[in-house]
C-alpha cells in the first residue's frame, strides 16, 4: 500500500473514531441515565410488594406456629391415651384401629407411635411398616424426631414442608412417651398454608401492576425461593418464568439483604429483600421491567452518530489527500534513492530537489546521502570478512565430520545416534531398565593362539570381532564393550522392541554367532590354524542400571549390576560352543527357541541355584501353524489356519509393489 494512501486511511481513521467515540460516549451516558430511572422505579416498586409480601407471609407462619401448639397438645393426648390403653391390657390392633378412626374423623392425617427403638408399631396407616432412624442420609425428614427417644428433646416441631415420598406438603409435630421413650409424631397436610398465601391479596396487587405494561413480571420468593405469587403462580401462563440469571441474586438478596439489579437485552431485573415486622428477611421480591424504551433512545443516537461520523469522515478524506500530496513526494524520491543504493546505482543527484528543503525530510535526505557512502564502503568490508568466514567454517565442519566419523567407530550406533541426535546428554546419570544381557568370549583362547603369530593372531581376532559386531548391530544390539575377545552387549537401551522382542532377538542373534563361527573355524583351519575357536555365550534378562559412568572429564556409558554378575557366570559355566540363557530369558523366548533344561548352577553370589537352558536352536514351524518372521524395521505375523491364503498373497504382493515404488 502507497504511504499516500496509508495518510489518507490514518487521518480517516483517527477522525472518524473520534467522532464515533464520542457518539458512543453520549448514547451510553444517555443508556445509564435511562437504567437507572428504571432501577429506581423497579426499586420502589419491588419494596412496596416486599412490605406486602412481608404481610402476606408473616400470616401462614402465625397460623403455623398456632396449628403446632395444637398438634402438640394432640401429640400429649394421645401419649396419655397409649399408656392407659396398654396398661389396660388393650391389644395394638384395637389400638390401631382407634388410631384410623381419629385421622379418618379429624383433621389430623398421620398417627405413628413407637416403642423405646423407634419402631412404630402403633399407627393410623394400615400395611405400612417404619422404623424411625437417626441418619439424615437414609430419612432426610424423619430423622429429626429421632432424638425424642434419646430424651435430648421433648418437642419437635418440623416447618411444613414437601414431603421426600410424595412432594405432598405437610407438617409433623413429635412429642416423647408419656411412661417410656417412645417417639409420638402428628402429622396433617399443610396444603391449606398455600392456599392461604393465596388468599391475603397480594396476587391481586401483583396484577393490577401487571396491567398497564410498564412491568413484565413481580415474583415475590419465600427463603425456600417458593415462589409466592408471580406468573405462572396464580394462572398468568404466559409470561417467561425466572431465569437461573435472576434465581441467583435472588438467593444473595435473601442471604444478605442488599438490593440487586440484573440486566438483559430485552428487560431489567430489579431484586429487593422481603423483612417481616422484626426486620429479619424472609423471602424478596422480583420486578422485572422492559427495555424496549430504553433500546429506541439508544438507536436514536447509534443512527445520529452514523450521519455525523460520514459527513466528518468526508471532510477528514479531503484534507488528508491535500496533505499527502505535499508530503509523498519527498518520501517518494527518497524510496527510490533507496531501491538504488540497494541496487549499487544511487547518484547523490536523485535526492537534489529534497536536499533543498529545510524541514524534516529535507533533513533526512541530507542524512542518507551521507549514510549511502558509508553503507557502500562497510559493504565491501563485509563482503571481504563473509567470504573469509565461510572458509573458516568449511573447513572446520570438514574437520568436524572427521572427528565424527572417527568417534562412531569407538561408541555404539545407539549411543552415537542418540548422542548426536541430542536425545542423550553427556553427563553422570543413569537409569534403571530391564535389558537382555549377552557376554560371549573365546573358551581357552590362550591355548588356542599360543602357536600364532601376534600378525596373524590379531587378524583373526579382528575378523571374529568385526563378524560378531556386524551381526550384533544386525539385530540391534548395543555392544558394551570388547574385553581381549570377550563380547558385552545388550538389549533394551536406548531403545527397546519390547522385553519379550528383545530377549528373542538376543536369542536369535547368539545362535547367528554360533553359526559364523563355525563358518570362521572352517576357513582358519584350511589357512594353518591347529584348534579351533569356540566361543561360549551366557544370556540373562533382568533389571540393571544402565548410563553413563566415570567423571566429567571421563565417562563410559555401560551397564552395572547383578543381573550383568550372573550374565557372566552363565558365560564360564556354558560348555564351548554352545549358548546358556537364564529361566527369566527362557520365559520369554520359549514359544520360538528350543531349549533344554540343564542341572541347576550353584553360582558365587547367589544363595540359591540358579536355573539355566542350554539353547538347541530355532523351534520348526509347522506348515499350518504361525509364520513369524522379524527384521530390523519389520514384523511379520501370519496364522496360515485363520487367515485367508489368496488376500494373503494378494496384501504380500501389494506391499512388494510398494517396496519397490519406495
Known sequence: MKFTTRLVLLVTVLTVSATLVTAALLTWTTRRAIITEAEASGEKVARLLARSASLASSIPTEVESILAQEMVAQGTILGHFVEAAERAGMPPEEINRRLKSITDDTTLDEIWITDDNGHAYLHSMPGVDFTFSNSPQVQPQAYAFHDLLDGKQKVVNQEARKRDIDNEHFKYVGVGGIDKPRIIQVGRSAKFLEQLTQKVGLPRTVENLLADGDIDAVWVFDRKLDALVGPGVYGAN?????????????????????????????????????????????????????????????????????????????????????????????????????????????????????????????????????????????????????????????????????????????????????????????????????????????????????????????????????????????????????VGDAVLAFFGDPESRGVKEDAIACVMMAIEMQQKLKQLEAEWMETGAERPFRARIGINTGYCTVGNFGSPDRMDYTIVGGEVNLTSRLEQSCEPGSILISHVTWSLVNEMIDAEERPALSVKGFGEPVRAYAVRGVKAVAPTAVIRKELPGMRLFIDTAAADRGEVRETLAKVVEDLDNA
Open 238 to 482: 404466559l409470561r417467561d418464568g425466572p431465569n437461573q440469571k435472576e434465581l441467583g441474586p435472588v438467593q444473595l438478596v435473601i442471604a444478605d439483604g442488599q438490593t440487586r439489579h440484573v440486566e438483559s437485552r430485552n428487560n431489567l431485573s430489579v431484586i429487593a429483600p422481603v423483612r417481616n415486622e422484626q426486620k429479619e428477611i424472609v423471602g424478596a421480591a422480583l420486578v422485572r421491567l422492559p427495555m424496549n424504551r430504553v433500546w429506541a433512545t439508544v438507536q436514536s443516537q447509534a443512527e445520529i452518530a452514523a450521519v455525523t461520523a460520514s459527513a466528518i469522515a468526508a471532510i477528514g478524506i479531503l484534507l488528508s489527500i491535500a496533505v499527502a500530496r505535499y508530503q509523498s513526494a519527498p518520501l517518494r524520491r527518497i524510496t527510490r534513492a533507496a531501491a538504488a543504493l540497494e541496487a549499487h546505482k544511487f547518484d547523490p543527484k536523485l535526492l537534489s530537489p529534497v536536499l533543498r528543503r529545510r524541514d524534516e525530510l529535507g533533513q533526512l535526505a541530507r542524512v542518507f546521502t551521507g549514510m549511502a557512502g558509508q553503507v557502500a564502503a562497510r559493504e565491501e568490508y563485509l563482503d571481504s570478512m563473509v567470504k573469509q568466514r565461510t572458509e573458516e567454517l568449511e573447513n572446520r565442519n570438514r574437520s568436524l565430520e572427521g572427528l565424527s566419523a572417527a568417534l562412531s567407530k569407538y561408541l555404539s550406533p545407539q549411543v552415537y545416534s542418540s548422542i548426536f541426535s541430542g536425545r542423550q546428554v553427556a553427563e553422570i546419570a543413569s537409569k534403571r531398565k530391564k535389558l537382555t544381557i549377552f557376554l560371549s568370549d573365546i573358551a581357552n583362547f590362550t591355548a588356542t593362539t599360543d602357536k600364532l603369530e601376534s600378525e596373524d593372531l590379531t587378524a583373526m581376532l579382528n575378523r571374529y570381532l568385526a563378524e560378531m559386531a556386524q551381526i550384533a548391530l544386525k539385530h540391534g544390539a548395543t555392544i558394551d564393550k570388547y
